[in-house]
């Protein structure tokens, strides 16, 4: 069965069992989100290109949701969300590509079992002045060299997730098997973190480590540690946030080159009524690479938005990412980019379902 085909008997299912929607057990959602954007340098002649892109402010998304309700306070939870591009009406990958787990919530707190976001990722887009925009955002992948390189994990597949709260703490953990039959860490997973809040501060700390598999000849293996620190403040209508990645690569193979990238950003958001205003810079410090490829990369972000009503928004955004010693740069954490500058802008609409 094609992916649209199975999409639609999901719904048509779905759609046969009305008093489990009006309910609530049961929830179809989704976000889709479309713009125009006009980039420089975006092939190798150097040229300019417009173009129709999906996510300018938020990824396209559709999902299912839902829960039932089993006594004592605990309930079955499950969801399952793929992503929608725009721009050709294609499924991003896999049909559950985004989320695809089910589990138990509580006064303990909620496990899940499957595919999921990991715990850094969903503390980092708190912190990040652009909340997470596939287009002018590097607080969860940076674009210095290469598309995300010195970013970080945002799912993890074969996953067991536990997420907490007490009082203005947010705690949790996930661990995404590598079901190797060779060792336990070969393919292992591994996110952790917490945030706090109150009087209007905000504070947080995430670690991640990505295991390859075992390299025979030299009985070592790839390694990749993320660990975050950021904070935000609000007061009045501003809102200012400020954020740390410090990526490390350690290469188990021969011949393979170590990696390692700082990156910093930091922002400041006025709202007022049905507009936001939105400024945010990023750097990267790349390190452990020769001079001549030490890209060191850049970027400038201004954005507005303006809401027609509570799930219509309309945006415009515009970024400008140069690197050092002519390395190659993207405004998109998705695109390798064509040369050592890039200039966008993005007018958009988002409405959410």
């Known amino acids: 069965m ?53 996510g300018g402010k938020n990824t396209s998304r559709w999902g299912l949701r839902g829960s039932e309700e089993l006594g004592g306070g605990l309930k079955a939870v499950y969801q399952l969300e793929g992503g929608i591009l725009m721009d050709s009406g294609e499924s991003d990958g896999p049909l559950f590509k985004r989320q695809a787990n089910v589990g138990l919530e509580g006064d303990f707190g909620r496990v899940v079992i499957g595919r999921s976001f990991t715990t850094t990722y969903e503390l980092v887009i708190k912190f990040d002045p652009m909340g997470f925009a596939p287009n002018y955002s590097w607080a969860t992948g940076g674009s210095a060299s290469g598309p995300s390189k010195y970013g970080m994990t945002t799912s993890f597949d074969n996953m067991v997730k536990y997420t907490g709260t007490s009082g203005g703490f947010t705690y949790g953990a996930s661990v995404g098997l590598g079901e190797r039959s060779s060792s336990a860490a070969d393919g292992r997973k591994v996110a952790l973190g917490g945030s706090w809040s109150g009087g209007g501060l905000g504070l947080m700390a995430a670690w991640e480590q990505v295991n390859g598999a075992t390299v025979t000849a030299a009985g070592e ?64 410090n790349t390190r452990e690479l020769p001079a001549a490829r030490d890209a060191d ?15 219509t928004t309309l945006y415009l955004s515009a970024a400008h990412a140069r690197a050092a010693h002519g390395q190659r740069i993207s405004l998109s954490r998705d695109d390798a980019g064509a040369g050592d500058t890039q200039t966008g802008i993005t007018a958009g609409i988002q409405h959410r379902f």
């Open 2 to 54: 094609k992916k649209s085909a199975l999409a639609l008997a999901v719904l048509a299912a779905l759609s046969l069992n009305d008093s489990a929607l009006a309910q609530g057990k049961t929830q179809v959602y989704g976000l889709i989100d479309a713009g125009v954007e006009y980039v420089n340098n975006a092939a190798d002649d150097g040229g300019s290109m417009a173009r129709v892109v999906s």
């Open 221 to 284: 293996r790839d390694r990749t540690t993320a660990l975050h620190l950021a904070a935000n403040y609000q007061w009045g209508p501003w809102r200012s946030s400020a954020g740390l990645r410090s990526y490390r690569l350690r290469a188990g193979g021969a011949g393979v080159a170590d990696l390692r990238g700082d990156t910093w950003w930091g922002g400041l958001t006025w709202l007022d009524g049905p507009v936001t205003l939105t400024g945010a810079v990023y750097h990267i």
């Open 297 to 311: 990369p850049t970027m400038l972000v201004a954005r507005a938005m303006y809401s027609l009503s509570k799930r």
